[in-house]
């Protein structure tokens, strides 16, 4: 995985001071449930978001700085909020299991030997039956700025066992850089 260590110490592209749209349209659908651990969590927001409504939240991400500011963001708003920093392909560690985990840009930065050790990991802190909800970069996105693109391929290719597709619809990504955002994927998967 990248080290994106020097890149919190600045404002990452992704980091726009508020929880991604489709993350806040999912909880007032009712689709984010019970408790929720929020992988590659960055600076928060997300997270931050959901247990301000109310839910038992746990955010992970690998990158020390970026932990260090999401816990001083809960601090700040009086938020509880397990922050932690962990590699998401370690996930198990957590010794922990939740109703749902919500991704906002980890799943497109994960090389091809990284996403099965991934998705083990995902098994091992899901409920049965829990849902995982991905945001990530489609391929429909020109050019080559930000990381790779993902295919609906590769989701279901990644998601082929033990885990059953909802849905995979077009989104929008937000960016500090980008105003229209970015073509992207957000999936709903169940473990079954």
């Known amino acids: 995985m990248v080290d994106f260590s020097s890149i919190y110490y600045d404002a990452p592209p992704w980091d726009i001071g508020r929880p991604q749209k489709e993350f806040v349209q999912l909880e007032e659908a009712g689709e984010i449930v019970g408790s929720v651990l929020d992988v590659g969590c960055g600076t928060g927001e997300n997270a931050l978001f959901l247990a ?31 922050f932690l920093t962990r590699n998401a392909l370690e996930l198990r560690t957590l010794e922990r299991t939740f109703d749902t985990v919500i991704d906002s840009g980890l799943f497109h930065v994960l090389n091809d030997e990284e996403r ?7 098994t091992s802190v899901l409920h049965r039956y829990g849902t995982y909800f991905m945001l990530c970069f489609s391929e429909l ?16 290719n990644a998601f082929d066992r033990m885990w059953h597709i909802n849905y995979i619809r077009p989104a929008r990504m937000e960016s500090r850089r980008l105003t229209d955002g970015i073509h992207a994927w957000l999936s709903s998967i169940s473990k079954e």
């Open 52 to 82: 301000a409504k109310g839910h038992d939240v746990w955010g992970v991400d690998f990158t020390p700085i970026a932990v260090e500011k999401a816990r001083y963001k809960a601090t700040e708003r009086n938020l509880n909020v397990t």
């Open 141 to 156: 996105e020109p050019g080559s700025y930000g990381p790779r693109r993902v295919t609906q391929s590769d989701i279901r």
């Open 116 to 122: 099965p050790r991934f998705v083990t990991n995902l």
